[in-house]
């Protein structure tokens, strides 16, 4: 038997697409409130999200008649026609976010136009009209929503505890604030400010606020523009890399999205500069043409497709990995040990407040800052300390009073609409942070400056022009060299270093076809298998590419009369034998991944090891050839080839400056 729904049943199931935690709601309601034209937002939220939920803008508000049309399904006033689909460029287009909202809560909207003389009041339970009544407003709109789901109890049973929900709201509250500097937005939880932004344009300053000053020091800036798209924002240096994706940050257009497709564009231009399973700190804005991106396949708009995603892919692998070609990205060894610092008074915390395991930090070392760890960042989403909250969100000073009545908060927020962002109504009397020098920095002269991390091209250490001017002072534990240059210190491993030289050597000559062989005398036989035999012969080609010359004898047995001249050092049958381990048992051919891994861990076996004593001749020419390639800064599986350590932080730590 086939039933007709009841249209609160409808309201129920479609709601479930679009709301399916207090996050969505936040997330629709943010959107609403930047398609309005808002310069300032404030997101307001008690016990996770499903006691409340308050967003109060200064845009445009709506018209009267207009109020209960935008509750309707379906319903919008970002499109008329199918046809406006294709030139999208705003975030709500559907006409289901407030439908569905009113649909699982009781909601209120408080509105008023620049034009009107007053605003309206309109309040809507489980999708039922209860009050349309005129109200005294400011400029802008305020949509309470309270009691998430109380007529859908199922659906709340499925919801985490408040603290976790309130660190999903959190996280998409943060991606919003990035997306659009020019708009000061503000998050409090539970009456605890958890971010305020300055709304003054300036992306950077938003990364300061939301990931603090270890990142903000660490990033190249991104500017990019082609005939079809542009790319914008900012890329990390590989020593603020991470153990997830979570700081894979990408905007298409302005709007947050998750793209499988981009996140792989970016790790692939990171591959030679970062540890194996590490991810890179991205932070940009793909701007395409309208008609060129398709924002209509997922419910809650996280997801895009685009016409010619090879492009896409090539674009922002290509404009990173250039990038990362011109930055200098000597790991600073004074950043690692203030790091490890930090660390232990965290975790000296953490314990004290019951969360021993929270913060796990490796000794700071020479060796370590090699091996190139980044500094834990677990948190527990349910035991979120106050001191790192503060330290990693809240960047302000002053009072922040908890306010119920929604009239006093829209005056208080926002009646300095137009300004810098720094508000002076009653709610929020703080200051916002912006980056600047610290007192006893270098640039401490230079505050009316934010912070840059460019640095002039007669400064870097990696260049021909300070070749002539390196002091080598020697080495330590017959390992480490040690570089004096300009005001700092350098140290080089000359195990990663010379491993990056063969490696960069070896994949030259192979693309370019002009590999350097050395001759083997006597030649030397070498027995296969059966099916090792085959995979040789199908791809002898690529052997030859790489510097071998091999003779296929009666049987399985090849003669080897020259292998590549880069890895002469390490013994000819297990030269060959790497090659013939590494080739697919799929396809039983070289795939280019392959290639490059086998190429990397032959270079770390014929490079020089640790321990190994070079004369300082030698030394030399190593730095020499380091010089020469375009990624000097770290091996072939990602550890730095360099540290560094300022004079200035030397003093510091000598405590000749206080």
Known sequence: MINILSKETIDKIAAGEVVERPLSVVKELLENSIDSGADSVSVEIKGG?????????????????????????????????????????????????LASIAGVSQTELITKRAEDL???????????????????????????????????????????SASTESAHICDIVEKTALSHPEIAIRLVADGRSLLHTSGNGRLKDVIFTIFGKEVSENLIEIDHEEEKLSISGYIGKPVISRSKRDFEVIFVNGRYIHSSLISKACEEAYKPFMMQHKFPFVMIDIRVRPEDVDVNVHPQKMEVRFSDSADIYNSVCSVIREELKKAELIVDASHEADEHKKGNERKAESEKNGLKDEFKLEPFEVKKAFEYRAPSEVIAADKVLPSVMEESAVRFKGTDPYREQVMYEQQSLFK???????????????????????????????????????????????????????????????????????????IIDQHAAHEKVLYERTMKEFRERTPQSQMIMPPI????????????????????????????????????????????????????????????????SFSPDIITDRIAKLSCKAAVKGHDRLSEDEARELLKELLNLENPYACPHGRPTIISMSKYELEKKFKRIV
């Open 525 to 588: 036989i070498l027995s296969l298998s059966q099916k090792e035999t085959q995979l040789v012969e199908k791809n002898i080609s690529i052997f030859e590419r790489l510097g071998f010359e091999l003779e296929k004898e009666a049987g399985n047995d090849f003669i080897i009369r020259a292998v590549p001249a880069n890895l002469y050092s390490i013994a000819e049958k297990e030269l060959l034998m790497e090659l013939v381990d590494g080739l697919s048992e799929e396809s039983g």
């Open 118 to 160: 007053y605003g309206y009041n309109y309040r809507i339970e489980g999708g039922e009209e209860k009050l349309f009544s005129e109200i005294g407003a400011p400029e802008g709109t305020t949509l309470i929503v309270r009691n998430l789901f109380y007529n859908v109890p199922a659906r709340k049973k499925f919801l985490k």
């Open 49 to 97: 999200g499903t006691e409340l939920i308050r967003v109060t803008d200064n845009g445009s508000g709506i018209e009267k008649d207009d109020i209960p049309l935008a509750f309707m399904r379906h319903a919008t006033s970002k499109l008329k026609t199918s046809e406006d689909l294709s030139h999208i460029l705003s975030f709500g287009f559907r006409g289901e976010a």
């Open 416 to 490: 300095d609409k137009g300004s810098n962002g720094l508000y002076e109504g009653n709610l929020y009397k703080g200051k916002i942070t912006e980056y600047k020098p610290d007192e006893d920095s270098p640039d401490k002269d230079n505050k009316n400056k934010t912070y840059s991390d460019e640095q002039g091209e007669e400064n870097r250490f990696i260049s021909k022009d300070a070749f002539a001017e390196y002091k080598i002072i020697g080495q330590v534990f017959d390992t480490y060299w040690i570089v004096e240059y300009k005001d700092k210190m350098y």
